[in-house]
């Protein structure tokens, strides 16, 4: 079983999302790709809640009442994933956990803190 959480904002780092993808495809669901969300966010604001919910519209994901889970069911399961983090990391959300997005190069090879000083 997997798990979403998420804890409040804070002004440096913006909110944090926890991701624990789930397999709901059983039964009649057909999903793509699924997780449910067990995040404690009842301290969001309400615009940040809307940005929640907007970047899950925008990745394809709806909420299915009868899991209590949130499914995407068109595409693949790797594009669904990527896209659900793409969307958060953009509208500010930081992903502690379940970020399927590539490493990119840059990101491996920057210059760590000690290594600038030493420079």
Same mark, same amino acid.
């Given at each position: 079983?997997?798990?979403?959480?998420?804890?409040?904002?804070?002004?440096?780092?913006?909110?944090?999302?926890?991701?624990?993808?789930?397999?709901?495809?059983?039964?009649?669901?057909?999903?793509?790709?699924?997780?449910?969300?067990?995040?404690?966010?009842?301290?969001?604001? #309400?615009?940040?809640?809307?940005?929640?919910?907007?970047? @899950?519209?925008? !990745? =394809? +994901?709806?909420?299915?009442? %009868?899991?209590?889970?949130?499914?995407?069911?068109?595409?693949?399961? #790797?594009?669904?994933?990527?896209?659900?983090?793409?969307? @958060?990391?953009? !509208? =500010? +959300?930081?992903?502690?956990? %379940?970020?399927?997005?590539?490493?990119?190069?840059?990101?491996?090879?920057?210059?760590?803190?000690?290594?600038?000083?030493?420079?």
């Amino acid at each position: 079983m997997t798990t979403m959480t998420a804890t409040p904002t804070t002004a440096a780092t913006g909110p944090k999302v926890k991701i624990a993808w789930r397999d709901e495809n059983y039964g009649s669901v057909a999903a793509v790709a699924a997780f449910r969300n067990y995040a404690l966010t009842s301290d969001w604001s #309400d615009r940040t809640q809307q940005r929640f919910r907007g970047c @899950l519209k925008r !990745a =394809g +994901f709806t909420f299915h009442l %009868g899991r209590a889970s949130f499914i995407a069911d068109q595409g693949t399961r #790797d594009e669904r994933k990527l896209a659900l983090c793409t969307e @958060l990391a953009k !509208a =500010g +959300f930081v992903i502690t956990a %379940g970020d399927v997005r590539p490493k990119t190069e840059e990101a491996s090879t920057a210059p760590t803190p000690d290594a600038a000083l030493a420079a």
